[in-house]
């Protein structure tokens, strides 16, 4: 119970004092009195007792009030001199942190917290992607690598062998582009795996896919230009060109990947195009040679290309696939990849190639946007690359993922053949499983109730209904996670009422 105190006109002062607590004494006084001046049940200008009756009131000894009394009275709450009257200051500090609202003429309290639309859309469109972000890896989550399998060993050798030899003006600011020897052996990486035509001078480290798209948007379009965005398609990239007041455009995708005339019909004068040509997001195809051709006669006419490479070291069956942007003779492609998926999440680092005619105007942008990456990762990085660990990561992966996807596929064949159609695929990091009978929504709300997470392909889709359907991402976790997983959401999908019509 809290020792109450009188003081004058009436008022009392309540302080709640924990003798077993490891908070000492005087700072729970402190708290006290500064609770009660904050929520003015103390108002400015109340005079409090002296140090000594205070003390004798609560049982304690008179230098541990005299503690509190200073530290208050030095935070600009308390006003008086030791041996004098001690009074609440009559401007508190933190009432600029707290100002009062105004209330209207219906009596509620008017606020000005309200985002713009622009605000409010860009929120609604990160709710779309956020759903599982901070969370510890579980069946099935989407975009997760096989962070159990990374040489965390290995990468923390490097990174203490790069501080030691760290001097002072690697501490300070550096260029918005990156760390050359990085961008260096990101260019020679993409020349060789990927067939992208690059000099290190095009290489801009970003921070992660998601900072190059951002960046890529406010160069690139004014408020009010269109964007061809595939659908459905990746949801944080209509984020970021909503952010920068664009219009959506959404094009539909078939066999060939993204339909370039039915783009063109739609949006002939789109500034931008969003593609993931080598493996669609979500729905897995690759873009056929005819239209990338397509796609390049248009941009080379009209507009940019932005080619999303997220996930393209990820194919079992053959070597990767040759870059769009490798075709580009009209430097209208711009091409971003991801360290996120093949190292890990929160190392984010990424990369942007930007034609020559535009490598001042990224600079300045990334300048102004948080002017560059930090140097440590970068330059781990670098030496990570270019001790050839880098690859054997990638084929280790490679190797771990397709083992994964065959206990997914194999242990979805044997308990879900009734309520979904799983095909395995040759390359990747999730799988979609074609709901026969369930709301693809309903279910991922249902499972991740029961511990499991699978994204609802409705969610990816902007113009067009799609036939309900389940991304199940299996490259982050092993494959006795994978079993348990699709034993609960076996168990989910007998108890998820049937959608009560198709779409």
């Known amino acids: 119970m809290p020792t109450v105190v009188p003081l004058r006109r009436g008022r009392i002062l309540r302080v709640a004092l924990d003798r077993a607590s490891a908070n000492p004494l005087y700072r729970q006084i402190y708290s006290s009195i500064r609770s009660d001046i904050l929520t003015r049940q103390l108002p400015r200008g109340s005079r409090l007792p002296s140090t000594r009756d205070l003390a004798e009131d609560l049982e304690v000894a008179r230098s541990t009030v005299v503690l509190a009394f200073e530290q208050l009275r030095a935070e600009g709450y308390l006003t008086g001199v030791p041996g004098a009257a ?44 956020a759903w599982a972000i901070g969370r510890t890896p579980r069946a099935f989550r989407v975009g997760v690598p096989a962070v159990d399998i990374f040489p965390v060993g290995q990468w923390g050798r490097l990174m203490a062998r790069r501080w030691a030899k760290t001097n002072s003006r690697q501490l300070a600011y550096s260029a918005p582009f990156g760390y050359m020897p990085l961008r260096t052996a990101v260019a020679e990486y993409l020349r060789g795996a990927r067939g992208v035509r ?95 051709f397509e796609l390049l006669a248009w941009a080379g006419e009209a507009g940019w290309i932005l080619e999303d490479d997220y996930d393209s070291e990820f194919r079992y069956a053959s070597r990767p696939l040759a870059a769009l942007q490798g075709l580009d003779q009209a430097g209208c492609v711009l091409y971003s990849g991801t360290f996120s998926k093949v190292m890990f999440p929160s190392l984010r680092l990424g990369y942007l190639v930007v034609p020559d005619a535009l490598v001042d105007n990224f600079a300045a942008a990334r300048h102004l946007t948080d002017y560059h990456s930090p140097y440590l990762e970068q330059a781990v990085m670098a030496d990570f690359m270019h001790e050839g660990h880098f690859e054997r990561h990638i084929r280790r992966m490679r190797s771990t993922y397709r083992a994964r996807q065959h206990v997914l596929v194999e242990s979805a064949r044997r308990e879900l053949n009734d309520f979904l159609r799983l095909d395995a695929a040759d390359a990747g990091m999730s799988l979609i499983g074609w709901l026969h009978h369930h709301d693809d929504e309903a279910l991922a709300v249902m499972a991740e109730r029961a511990g499991v997470d699978v994204m609802p392909l409705s969610r990816l889709a902007t113009g067009r209904p799609v036939d309900p359907g389940i991304l199940l991402g299996y490259a982050g976790v092993d494959e006795s996670q994978i079993r348990a997983g699709i034993h609960t959401l076996r168990d989910v999908l007998h108890r998820c009422p049937p959608r009560s019509n198709r779409r």
């Open 198 to 292: 690059c000099t290190p001078e095009q290489v801009l480290i970003v921070a992660g896919s998601q900072q190059a798209i951002d960046l890529c948007a406010r160069v690139l379009l004014d408020p009010g230009d269109r964007v061809w965005m595939e659908d459905p398609g990746y949801h944080g990239a209509r984020g970021a060109f909503i952010g920068a007041g664009a219009e959506v455009v959404p094009v539909p995708v078939d066999a060939e990947g993204l339909a370039v005339r039915e783009g063109i019909a739609r949006a002939p004068d789109a500034r931008l195009a969003f593609v993931t040509p080598s493996r669609q997001q979500p729905l897995g195809m690759t873009m056929s040679l005819a239209r990338r």
């Open 86 to 129: 001690t009074c609440v200051s009559l401007s508190v500090p933190d009432e600029h942190l707290h100002p009062a609202t105004v209330d209207g003429p219906n009596g509620m309290a008017r606020r000005r917290s309200a985002p713009s639309r622009r605000g409010s859309a860009i929120i609604e469109a990160a709710q779309r992607s």
